[in-house]
């Protein structure tokens, strides 16, 4: 998965219009799952999902220190499980587009993103459902 970084620009219908077609973000979903399920168990670790959440998710460059990020790893540790099964996998994510899309709402937005993570997926997305 490539850190490189670039702008894009969607709005909270981008994210959900991603949601919403099923086929596209299952296989993007399903995608991401591969990648971080490290030891190849079908499962989702606590340990592995905080390794790589932060690079399908983040729009930031950095990384954020661990004290900053505990609590919402909690609160998705609490509310899925120390281990996370691809359909649960798939609910994570999408809750937390859902979240993104209410926070931006239907202003656009330009922003900074990781270049294969899950908002320039859903940016790519929309360009090709408007082809």
């Given at each position: 998965?490539?850190?490189?970084?670039?702008?894009?620009?969607?709005?909270?219908?981008t994210l959900?219009?991603?949601?919403?077609?099923t086929?596209?973000?299952?296989s993007?979903?399903?995608?991401?799952?591969?990648?971080?399920?490290l030891?190849?168990d079908?499962?989702?670790?606590?340990?592995e999902?905080?390794?790589?959440?932060n690079?399908i998710v983040s729009v930031?460059?950095?990384?954020?220190?661990?004290?900053?990020?505990?609590?919402v790893?909690k609160a998705?540790?609490?509310?899925?499980?120390?281990?996370?099964?691809r359909?649960?996998?798939?609910?994570?994510?999408?809750?937390i587009?859902?979240?993104?899309?209410?926070a931006?709402?239907?202003?656009?937005?330009?922003?900074?993103?990781h270049?294969?993570?899950?908002?320039?997926?859903?940016?790519?997305?929309?360009s090709?459902?408007?082809?």
């Amino acid at each position: 998965m490539s850190l490189r970084m670039i702008e894009a620009v969607f709005t909270s219908e981008t994210l959900i219009g991603f949601i919403s077609d099923t086929k596209s973000f299952e296989s993007v979903t399903d995608e991401y799952f591969q990648i971080l399920d490290l030891d190849r168990d079908g499962i989702i670790s606590s340990s592995e999902l905080r390794r790589g959440l932060n690079r399908i998710v983040s729009v930031e460059s950095e990384v954020a220190p661990e004290e900053e990020t505990a609590d919402v790893y909690k609160a998705i540790l609490e509310r899925f499980g120390e281990e996370i099964g691809r359909d649960q996998f798939r609910d994570l994510v999408s809750e937390i587009l859902k979240a993104m899309a209410r926070a931006f709402g239907k202003s656009p937005v330009i922003m900074v993103v990781h270049c294969d993570g899950l908002i320039m997926k859903a940016v790519r997305h929309e360009s090709k459902q408007g082809q």
